[in-house]
T-cell receptor
Framework: GESVGLHLPTLSVQEGDNSIINCAYS??????FIWYKQESGKGPQFIID?????DKRQGQRVTVLLNKTVKHLSLQIAATQPGDSAVYFC??????????FGTGTSLTVIP | EAQVTQNPRYLITVTGKKLTVTCSQN?????MSWYRQDPGLGLRQIYY???????DKGDVPEGYKVSRKEKRNFPLILESPSPNQTSLYFC?????????????FGNGTRLTVT
């Protein structure tokens, strides 16, 4: 499954499938990006980050892709599990010492 | 355990009654920040601090105050709360500013102002 930022705030996938969550950022000068996961009743939890001098970064079951040409960021989750159900949002460091956050995509994993 | 601790988790108060939400981190982080999270608006920064005695306004600072007298603590003060400050608040910290390291968040404080 795939979602596009603010326009498709929910995404449902079957357990075991791969998930792709997208995020469009606004400032071409942004140089540091982070994906967060937020479960109900909890604070956002760091998943993975990427700097603007990279196109791709991999973690455990997650991959972040950065396309600076179109100012697009995506999070790929391999073999999605029920524990992956949460809200995911991206954050960009546009300037100085502030991060700006997207409103998020709600991922639901169907067993 | 490395963490950011906020208190209280839930708070209900009345308009005009001063309140303080505490935030403490045990990671020796220099940078700390407060955010509010509202449906459809995402996380918006209220105030941040680069180090002790250094604080700066974020995007929505009106009606809030902060102080950073010690490295580990960064309380959020609402001198005269109003209903539009009803929200979910998060404190966060990072090692050396957001240019180089991710934010670590507390579990939030849900504030209701009636």
């Amino acid at each position: 499954g795939e979602s596009v930022g603010l326009h498709l705030p929910t995404l449902s996938v079957q357990e075991g499938d791969n998930s792709i969550i997208n995020c469009a950022y606004s400032n071409s000068a942004s140089d540091y990006f982070i994906w967060y996961k937020q479960e109900s009743g909890k604070g956002p939890q760091f998943i993975i980050d990427i700097r603007s001098n990279m196109d791709k970064r991999q973690g455990q079951r997650v991959t972040v892709l950065l396309n600076k040409t179109v100012k697009h960021l995506s999070l790929q989750i391999a073999a999605t599990q029920p524990g992956d159900s949460a809200v995911y949002f991206c954050a960009e460091n546009r300037s100085g010492n502030q991060f700006y956050f997207g409103t998020g995509t709600s991922l639901t994993v169907i067993p | 355990e490395a963490q950011v601790t906020q208190n209280p988790r839930y708070l209900i108060t009345v308009t005009g009654k001063k309140l303080t939400v505490t935030c403490s981190q045990n990671m020796n982080h220099e940078y700390m920040s407060w955010y509010r999270q509202d449906p459809g608006l995402g996380l918006r920064q209220i105030y941040y601090s680069m180090n002790v005695e250094v604080t700066d306004k974020g995007d929505v600072p009106e009606g809030y105050k902060v102080s950073r007298k010690e490295k580990r603590n960064f309380p959020l003060i609402l001198e005269s709360p109003s209903p539009n400050q009803t929200s979910l608040y998060f404190c966060a910290s990072s090692l050396a500013g957001v240019l180089n390291s991710p934010l670590h968040f507390g579990n939030g404080t849900r504030l209701t102002v009636t």
